[in-house]
Each structure stands twice: as structure tokens, then as C-alpha cells.
């Protein structure tokens, strides 16, 4: 049996000392700390976004240079699932937790300090690389929390990764209107120093799961790829949808910055009010997916996503005003389609093998940051080319896409 066979039988057992409180169940607290670790990670990944109109002015930076923010901070996230998250089975988690979280705090401080787009976008991907450190929680409440948990722990920290995305503009919108953009770098970087701290003092020791060398690990990751068609057509219809996703929320300050509406990083920021009341009602997509199965969850929500794209194209027959209201309601739908999908694929893919659940969830989340990555470059050059509504029609034809993926026969897995 070889170390990868081997790995599959073993539960990441911990150290001795896992926090549990008299009764045998994980304690609140640490179930708390991981969640707003996970979120406070994440959030990283999303701080930028609505203060690109002002970034970019501050700095003299063009659109389309400010555009690469995101983009960089994307990709460098795909990147760090792909080569860094797979340590987390061979290594001691704990440091991987409190390494990256180090060099997430220098990578924020370097973006609060930039002078210019060129360090900026250097911090950008050091900072997407680092984010990681939320793949890494995940997995650890996972570990730490008894069987008959375990269920009810992950879904908590979830919520608290899911709210740091959909949190994380609103926070930084209005730091930035009130405070200044370097201020959203400075306080996310204090918030990481508070992650690492109580990471260190509460955090067990976890134990490797397997033995392989690093190129072992990556190269299972490619025979999974080439096995599995559900985890192509999986990573594929996410990324897609991932593209117009991101394209818009990237986007959304420069236009919103602009005639005919000339408004700050505070509003641009309060959309994500808007998506964070699709989001969270995404949840209940998992109880669908249970009645009805997970492949019509993921053709509901992938259409729900391009109808309310498709509904922005009506902004230019109607008012300012009426056009933000008609933004937000599209925001609404699409961070619900989004997160639908997405619970529905994880429903998909973590069926496929339960032995390699965690290097399956990271290759579909990698097409799904690339996409996210291709998004921002992608919105930013469409924008400052043609304008808003092209956005709105990238947009539009990348959820379509993704559709015709889930609707497209699934080929059998080898």
C-alpha cells in the first residue's frame, strides 16, 4: 500500500492536547476563533475591490493598471491552493498556519506603504499566495472536531469564510471614505497579527497524514484531474461563473466612480450588502441539493446567475438612481446563483472519492480562483475599452457558458 493509499485510513489525528471542554465536544471558543480566522483570511482576498476608483487617483495609477489588484491577488490564491495547500497532509498544520499568516501580515503592510502600482501589485499576489491560510483552517476544524461535530463545526467556520467575503468590501469601502485606503491595509494586517497570535497559543500540533515527497502529492493531483470528468465539468462551470463574478466586483468601483454617478468607495463598498443577502441564503441550497440532487441545484443556480446579468443590460433605459437599485437586485441574484453552484459542485465533488476529498475541493477551488483571476484582468481591459455594459455582456456569456457545461452530458469517470 503505498503512503497516498495509506493517507486514506488515517484521520489527521492531533496532539493530545486538543482543546474540548469537559463534555468530550470541541470548545466554543476555539470554534469561534477558527471562524473568524477563516473569514478575517479570506477577506484579504477582497479588501481592494471597492476602493479602486480612489487607490488608483492616490497612487497615479491608470484603470487598467489598478485593474491587476485583483487580478494578481486572484491568481496568487489559485496558486497558493495548488502548490501550497497540499503541505497541509504532509506537514505540521500549525506552523503552515502561523508561517503564512507572517507572511500575510508583511504582504498587507507592504500594500498599506506602496508608493506606486508596482510594489502594490508585488504585495497583491504575495498577499492572494498567503490567503491561503484559509484552506488551511478549514481542514484543522475538521480535524479537531469529535465525529458527531463534525459536521456542525466546518459548517460554522464556513459561515464565518463566507462572511468575510461578503463583509469584507463594506468594511473596506467605508475605512477607505472615511480613513483613506492605506488604513484598510494597515487594519487588515493588525487583524492577521491577532490570527497568528491566538493561533499559536490555542492551536494542537496536527500530525502528517502521508509520506510522500512533495512531487508525489502535486502528481496525484493530475491523475485525479485526468480520472474524473465530474471534477473537470466541476472546476470548469465554477470558473466560469467565477469569471463574470468577478469581472463585476472588480469593476463596480471604477464605474461607479464615474458620470453619471460620481460616488465613493463607501457605496461601492455597500453592494456587498446586497450579495451578502444572496450569500447567505445559499445554505439552503444544500438542502435542495439533498431532495432534488446536486446537478440540479448547479443548473438552477448557474441559470439564476445569467438572468441576473442579463437584467443589468436594461440600466441604460432607466435613471441613476433606478440603475443602482437594479444593480443591487442583480447582486442579490447572482451571489445567491454563485454560492448555490458552489455548494452543489462541493456536494459533487466530495462524492467522488472520500479519500481525497481535501485534493479534490482544491483542484476545483483552483479553476474556480483562476476564473476569478481571468475575471478581474478580463472586466478591467473590457471596461476600459468599451464600457460598462461589455462587462455586463462578458458577464452575461460566461454564466451562459457555464450553463451549457451542466447541461452538456456528463462523460463517465475512468
Not at 458527531?148 to 466546518?154: C, D, E, F, L, N
Request: no cysteine; aromatic share 8%.
Amino acid at each position: 500500500m503505498t503512503s497516498l493509499q495509506t493517507a486514506q485510513t488515517i484521520d489527521g489525528a492531533t496532539a493530545p492536547n486538543t482543546p474540548r471542554d469537559q463534555a468530550g465536544t470541541l470548545s466554543a471558543a476555539l470554534v469561534l476563533f477558527l471562524a473568524a480566522g477563516a473569514g478575517l483570511s479570506v477577506a484579504s482576498l477582497y479588501y481592494s475591490q471597492p476602493m479602486l476608483g480612489v487607490l488608483g487617483a492616490d497612487i497615479g495609477a491608470s484603470d487598467r493598471a489598478v485593474g491587476w489588484v485583483p487580478t494578481l491577488t486572484q491568481l496568487g490564491y489559485a496558486l497558493g491552493i495548488l502548490l501550497l495547500a497540499p503541505l497541509g497532509d504532509r506537514y505540521d498544520r500549525r506552523r503552515i498556519i502561523l508561517a503564512k499568516a507572517a507572511v500575510l501580515v508583511l504582504a498587507l503592510f507592504v500594500a498599506a506603504v506602496a508608493p506606486s502600482i508596482g510594489p502594490l501589485l508585488a504585495a497583491s499576489l504575495g498577499i492572494g499566495l498567503s490567503a491561503t491560510l484559509a484552506q488551511d483552517i478549514v481542514p484543522s476544524a475538521a480535524h479537531l472536531a469529535p465525529e458527531a461535530q463534525r459536521g456542525k463545526v466546518v459548517g460554522t467556520v464556513m459561515t464565518g469564510l463566507l462572511l468575510g467575503i461578503v463583509l469584507s468590501r463594506v468594511v473596506s469601502g467605508y475605512v477607505a471614505e472615511h480613513f483613506g485606503w492605506r488604513a484598510v491595509f494597515y487594519g487588515a494586517a493588525a487583524s492577521i497579527v491577532l490570527v497568528g497570535f491566538e493561533a499559536w497559543r490555542s492551536l494542537p500540533s496536527f500530525r502528517p497524514t502521508i509520506r510522500d515527497s512533495y512531487g508525489e502529492l502535486l502528481n496525484s493531483l493530475v491523475h485525479l484531474w485526468r480520472r474524473h470528468g465530474a471534477l473537470r465539468r466541476a472546476a470548469l462551470a465554477q470558473g466560469l461563473l467565477s469569471v463574470g463574478f468577478s469581472a463585476f466586483w472588480s469593476t463596480l468601483a471604477v464605474m461607479l466612480h464615474a458620470a453619471p454617478f460620481h460616488l465613493g468607495s463607501a457605496a461601492a463598498g455597500a453592494f456587498g450588502l446586497a450579495g451578502a443577502a444572496g450569500a447567505m441564503a445559499a445554505p439552503f441550497a444544500g438542502h435542495l441539493a439533498d431532495r432534488r440532487g446536486p446537478e440540479q441545484v448547479t443548473r438552477l443556480g448557474a441559470s439564476l446567475v445569467a438572468l441576473s446579468f442579463a437584467a443589468m443590460f436594461l440600466s441604460p433605459l432607466l435613471s441613476p438612481h433606478a440603475q443602482l437599485w437594479l444593480f443591487a437586485a442583480s447582486a442579490v441574484g447572482f451571489d445567491l446563483g454563485v454560492q448555490a453552484t458552489l455548494i452543489a459542485h462541493q456536494t459533487i465533488v466530495y462524492g467522488i472519492d472520500p479519500g481525497a476529498r481535501s485534493r479534490l475541493n482544491a483542484i476545483m477551488f483552483v479553476g474556480m480562483f483562476i476564473g476569478m483571476a481571468a475575471g478581474s484582468a478580463l472586466g478591467s481591459m473590457v471596461q476600459a475599452q468599451w464600457g460598462w455594459m461589455a462587462v455586463t455582456a462578458l458577464a452575461t456569456a460566461t454564466s451562459t457558458g457555464a450553463l451549457a457545461v451542466r447541461l452538456w452530458p456528463a462523460a463517465p469517470s475512468r
